[in-house]
Each structure stands twice: as C-alpha cells, then as structure tokens.
C-alpha cells in the first residue's frame, strides 16, 4: 500500500520546538519532491515548507523562514519538518505530500498523509 505516515505533532508551549516525520511506504520518497502543508479551523490549507527530491533545494513560507528546517533522509524514506519557537498562530494539521517539483502549491500535491495535530497553546 503506497501511503505517507506522519507523526510528531502535540500540545507544545508557545516558543516551544517540535519535529515532525513522514514516512513513506510502498514506494521510494526519494523520487518525489515532498512538500508540508497545513490546515488551521476555518482556513484553507496552505503550504509551509517544501524540498526537492534529493534534498539540495528547500523553500519555506514566509511565515516560517528562519523557525522551520525541513530536511529528508532517503535512506530512510522519510522528511523531517524541525520547528521552532512556535507560537499559537502555528496551531493546525499538518500534512506531508508528494509532489513533482518543489513548489508549495496544494493544487500540485499528489499524494497526501492523514495529517499529524500540532496545537501551540500554554
């Protein structure tokens, strides 16, 4: 079964750190561009973080530059989302997709996770 697993997400205070995985099964991540993507109560998803398929290229929204590091080992077949000095506006699931070229476009996603919950929140 071709499937993305996340894990990692909780309740962390705000200015807190958190790392969430997606893990790939079925098939080789490493041929994929692997984007993260969010989804907060009320909003549309959007795009966080993404990284080419052999890991030289990254790209972040604005909103994360500098407090998220996105980073793959296809050894592995897993991506890895570090984030830091979260505050409550990061509150959302957060889901990892497949994608063609790394480009943080939902619309282009092709293949996604069931999410993982992170909640920032003293």
């Known amino acids: 079964q071709l499937q993305l697993v996340e894990s990692g997400g909780g309740l962390v205070q705000p200015g807190g750190s958190l790392r969430l995985s997606c893990g790939a099964s079925?098939?080789?991540?490493?041929?994929?561009?692997i984007g993260w993507f969010r989804q907060a109560p009320g909003k549309e998803r959007e795009g966080v973080s993404c990284?080419?398929?052999?890991?030289?290229?990254?790209y972040y929204a604005d909103s994360v530059k500098g407090r998220f590091t996105i980073s793959r080992d296809n050894a592995k077949n897993t991506v890895y989302l570090q984030m830091k000095s979260l505050n409550p506006e990061d509150t959302a699931i957060y889901y990892c997709?497949?994608?063609?070229?790394?480009?943080?476009?939902?619309?282009?996603?092709?293949?996604w996770g069931q999410g993982t919950q992170v909640t920032v929140s003293s």
């Open positions: 079925g098939f080789t991540a490493g041929y994929y561009a």
């Open positions: 997709a497949t994608l063609w070229r790394p480009i943080l476009s939902v619309a282009e996603a092709t293949r």
């Open positions: 990284i080419s398929s052999s890991g030289g290229s990254t």
